[in-house]
């Protein structure tokens, strides 16, 4: 059964640094691109961006409101995925979803919350 | 960045009716890459559709998706108490949107 589990989330001031980690099981990690969706509280979704596996470079795409901003990485070794965020602003508060894929996105994490507020 | 509108932004209907939920693009989706989610609340969605009219793994078929371009439609041929949920479509042609959402209600 696959598996994402998201974690790091938390209330953080404007300006500062939070970094979230997905942890997978039950699939082979290295075998997808990952990426990660947003939603803010009552709103609708929000693509993030997302990170190719090795076999496609392992490079990465932001949508515009988090690019220079927010970094994806991943850990094969541990199938683990990261989302970096810096120079956090309110309106990034929002669930943070972990996802399989880099189209469409077949395996979903529960979510972590991140609250950006002085 | 592709637009996505849907329609209607609540659908009220009753347990064994027909539901068609609506998502219009601002411009063409290359190669139908459009997906549909369903959401639960407090709940992570779910994928129910890709490419158009590809049954995700596990989802009954009594939801079907069709459309072509700009203009796609969800379809749940007979409701189940279990449908009643926010219905989201997706496009992956170009840098990936969402669509606003289509609340499914209890009449």
């Known amino acids: 059964e696959v598996q994402l589990v998201e974690s790091g989330g938390g209330l953080v001031q404007p300006g500062r640094s939070l970094r979230l980690s997905c942890t997978a099981s039950?699939?082979?990690?290295?075998?997808?691109?990952m990426s990660w969706v947003r939603q803010a509280p009552g709103k609708g979704l929000e693509w993030v961006g997302f990170i190719r596996s090795k076999a496609y470079g392992g490079t990465t795409e932001y949508a515009a409101s988090v690019k220079g901003r927010f970094t994806i990485s991943r850990d094969d070794s541990k199938s683990i995925a990261y989302l970096q965020m810096n120079s956090l602003k309110t309106e990034d508060t929002a669930v943070y979803y972990c996802t399989r894929g880099r189209y469409y996105y077949d395996s979903w994490g529960q979510g972590t919350m991140v609250t950006v507020s002085s | 960045e592709i637009v996505l509108t849907q329609s209607p932004g609540t659908l009220s209907l009753s347990p064994g009716e027909r539901a068609t939920l609506s998502c219009r693009a601002s411009?063409?989706?290359?190669?139908?890459?459009l997906a549909w989610y369903q959401q639960k609340p407090g709940q992570a969605p779910r994928l129910l559709i890709y490419g158009a009219s590809s049954r995700a793994t596990g989802i009954p078929d009594r939801f079907s998706g069709s459309g072509s371009g700009t203009d796609f439609t969800l379809t749940i041929s007979r409701l189940e108490p279990e449908d009643f949920a926010v219905y989201y479509c997706?496009?992956?042609?170009?840098?990936?949107?969402f669509g606003q959402g289509t609340k499914v209600e209890i009449k």
């Open positions: 411009q063409s989706v290359s190669s139908s890459y």
């Open positions: 039950g699939f082979t990690f290295g075998d997808y691109a």
């Open positions: 997706q496009q992956y042609g170009s840098s990936p949107t």
